[in-house]
């Protein structure tokens, strides 16, 4: 189901953090879901303790998606303590600075991905990154998702995901909170910007042009094109 062999970045541009560490096995771990979808009771021992080695380590875990155009989505566990969290980063190597996509922290940010630009993610195949598995890489970049208009297949999809990789006992039932709920942000509007590009309204989204925050234009179209299904 990984690909390997990978080595995690030496450092991602205009990311502070690290030493980063490659850990496609956790993957494979139901337990690694149950922490990463926020699915499990963090009290109980073993997911506890995955939870303080993934986010109190001396190593940031750093997993890897591939997108067209040479592009790379990195999911970071951020290590830092009383910081402690996840980031969603987007990355070329031409760029000076990789860009936050999204945030699953206390100070969330989000969401950074439409539904389709997810399952283009989950399904292009292209090798080099921490899995090539559809499921697997739908589940792992499903907390930085946030749509208002996902399709009626959606709930299939995320279905089989959650059946595949997760012990849950009611897999549909989740599916329908997740697709209902869709973290911290909730649903979001996404909408085609003058230049052709996907953009959202997502007060909490630097992909939304209006925010304050948001990323520069040339780079909401860039990393669009490299989501683009």
Same mark, same amino acid.
């Given at each position: 189901?990984?690909?390997? %062999? ?12 690290? %030493? ?113 598995? %559809? ?95």
């Amino acid at each position: 189901m990984t690909s390997s %062999p990978q080595t995690p970045p030496a450092r991602i541009p205009g990311y502070d953090g690290g %030493p980063f560490r490659h850990q496609p096995e956790l993957l494979d771990d139901h337990l690694f879901w149950l922490v990463h979808l926020h699915l499990g009771d963090t009290r109980d021992l073993e997911a506890g303790a995955l939870l303080s080695q993934l986010l109190g380590g001396d190593t940031w875990p750093v997993f890897t998606v591939p997108l067209a155009g040479d592009h790379r989505l990195h999911v970071v566990y951020r290590a830092l303590e009383g910081e402690a969290g996840i980031d969603y980063l987007v990355h070329h190597p031409d760029w000076n600075a990789a860009e936050t996509l999204a945030q699953d922290d206390g100070h969330f940010m989000g969401p950074g991905l439409s539904w389709a630009e997810l399952t283009a993610a989950a399904d292009n195949g292209l090798p080099g990154g921490s899995t090539t598995d %559809p499921h697997a890489r739908l589940l792992l970049l499903l907390p930085a998702f946030g749509d208002d208009a996902v399709p009626d297949e959606a709930f299939e999809r995320l279905t089989a995901a959650l059946r595949a990789r997760t012990r849950v006992e009611a897999p549909e039932r989740l599916a329908v909170a997740r697709l209902a709920h869709q973290g911290e942000w909730g649903p979001t509007h996404w909408t085609t910007a003058e230049g052709g590009y996907l953009i959202n309204d997502g007060g909490y989204s630097f992909r939304n042009p209006a925010n304050r925050f948001a990323w520069p234009t040339a780079r909401l179209a860039e990393v669009a094109t490299a989501l683009t299904p």
